[in-house]
């Protein structure tokens, strides 16, 4: 079974620019979550859908971050402007039950904001 | 609003002694509970959950968590620990109820020395 794809795995740049990354759940997941982990933190939830719904964003700046779920599957995440605290890696995880599940994490994406 | 505090940042721990990583957490209702593991290099895996039932669940690699709602603690312990356990690990929490934030502890990074 494959994991949890993300892209890309790197990405550097300058502050007021944006960047978009991108993520492929396992197969079968109805959840999909995005995460912010700064280094020396856990991660924190930025987004979670079910299915191509929005299921809690409480956390997400959305002066400058948007994310969308289209046709329920793949996800990406939008960073407009980027400000240097924005540099984190940026996680994407789903799973099969969004309430009890376990989550499956993708490798990630290290920002950053010079 | 859930919580998760995990009162230490590092642990160390000789190999072949017992090992314990220490979480609590604060929710208004039914907790779900959660712990995972980064090793370096490595995305974040699953370890085990508390849902319901038996208070003390069995994960991979040999761990268990006992659940104690008197203490609001879910520890993570070994009865013998490998070198090979050295990494990051995270408590998290979901209330039961839908809907409701994934808040993930700051870490506990553990060293097994041989």
């Known amino acids: 079974e494959a994991g949890v794809a993300q892209s890309p795995r790197y990405k550097i740049i300058e502050k007021r620019q944006s960047v978009a990354f991108w993520c492929n759940p396992i197969?079968?997941?109805?959840?999909l979550y995005w995460y912010q982990q700064i280094l020396g933190q856990g991660p924190k939830l930025l987004i979670q859908f079910q299915n191509n719904g929005v299921v809690d964003d409480s956390q997400l700046p959305k002066d400058r971050f948007s994310a969308e779920r289209l046709k329920g599957v793949d996800s990406t995440l939008k960073i407009q402007p980027a400000k240097l605290e924005d540099s984190a890696v940026y996680l994407c995880?789903?799973?099969?039950?969004?309430?009890?599940?376990?989550?499956?994490f993708g490798p990630g994406t290290r920002l950053t904001v010079t | 609003a859930q919580s998760v505090a995990q009162p230490e940042d590092q642990v160390n721990v000789a190999e072949g002694n017992p090992l314990t990583v220490k979480c609590t957490y604060s929710?208004?209702?039914?907790?779900?509970l959660f712990w995972y593991v980064q090793y370096p290099n490595r995305g974040l895996q699953f370890l085990l959950k508390y849902i319901t039932g038996d208070n003390l669940v069995k994960g991979s690699y040999g761990f268990e968590a006992e659940f104690n709602k008197s203490q609001t603690s879910f520890h993570l312990k070994k009865p013998s620990a490998l070198v090979s356990d050295s990494a990051l690990y995270f408590c998290a929490v979901r209330d039961g109820g839908y809907g409701q934030n994934f808040v993930f502890g700051p870490g506990t990074r553990l060293s097994v020395l041989p």
């Open positions: 995880a789903s799973s099969l039950d969004g309430r009890a599940g376990e989550q499956y």
């Open positions: 929710v208004s209702g039914n907790p779900y």
């Open positions: 197969s079968g997941h109805a959840t």
